[in-house]
T-cell receptor, first 113, second 118 residues
Framework: SQKIEQNSEALNIQEGKTATLTCNYT??????LQWYRQDPGRGPVFLLL?????KEKRKERLKVTFDTTLKQSLFHITASQPADSATYLC????????????FGSGTRLSIRP | GAGVSQTPSNKVTEKGKYVELRCDPI?????LYWYRQSLGQGPEFLIY????????DSGLPNDRFFAVRPEGSVSTLKIQRTERGDSAVYLC????????????????FGPGTRLTVL
């Protein structure tokens, strides 16, 4: 069955540095991959979608890469700010049903001033 | 405009009771999803509606869980004979179209209902 793995340990970095989060998946070749941000007590907020034929996608200070050979996506936040502190989730369409979105467990990111 | 709203925000119930959780999607969104999220985990897919019909209910854990969307807008998730293991945050999301790489598939989530079964 599909598996999505995100680093369960929190990532703590200094303000201004680049934060890099990893999403690995197995047993599947998804047509696209998504990244979401979730703050405590709130629902996830969609950030970026990258298609299988795209190596890299950018949006302001965010950059996502998608390596279909390694079955891995990297999510980068450059010039990180304390306001970027949140949990970041990656998500893939389901193998058996594209409308069924499968989420990873998320990585908590803390940016210290 | 208004986002996805869910009521109640918190629900405490006793084991064995019946609960209903409500989701008001963004107006005009035809697709609606229910997820369940436990502490430290990502959202877990439960069911997906396209219009009034459940297009994919493969994530419902057992027959105690049921969801409806009679008029293609508001949806209710119903849980019978609640168990302590049902305690979680139940999230609803809506999108203009079906999930996918097209822009209409972007899901907008509500704040969730925190269900606690004592």
């Amino acid at each position: 069955s599909q598996k999505i793995e995100q680093n369960s340990e929190a990532l703590n970095i200094q303000e201004g540095k680049t934060a890099t989060l990893t999403c690995n998946y197995t047993n599947y070749s998804p047509a696209y991959l998504q990244w979401y941000r979730q703050d405590p007590g709130r629902g996830p907020v969609f950030l970026l979608l990258i298609r299988e034929n795209e190596k890299e996608k950018r949006k302001e200070r965010l950059k996502v890469t998608f390596d279909t050979t390694l079955k891995q996506s990297l999510f980068h936040i450059t010039a990180s700010q304390p306001a970027d502190s949140a949990t970041y989730l990656c998500a893939l369409p389901g193998y058996s049903s594209a409308s069924k979105i499968i989420f990873g467990s998320g990585t908590r990111l803390s940016i210290r001033p | 405009g208004a986002g996805v709203s869910q009521t109640p925000s918190n629900k405490v119930t006793e084991k064995g009771k019946y609960v209903e959780l409500r989701c008001d999607p963004i107006s005009g969104h035809t697709a609606l999803y229910w997820y369940r999220q436990s502490l430290g985990q990502g959202p877990e897919f439960l069911i997906y509606f396209q219009g009034t019909g459940a297009a994919d209910d493969s994530g419902l854990p057992n027959d105690r869980f049921f969801a409806v969307r009679p008029e293609g807008s508001v949806s209710t998730l119903k849980i019978q004979r609640t168990e302590r293991g049902d305690s979680a945050v139940y999230l609803c999301a809506s999108s203009l179209g079906v999930a996918g790489p097209g822009g209409t598939g972007t899901q907008y989530f509500g704040p969730g209902t925190r269900l606690t079964v004592l």
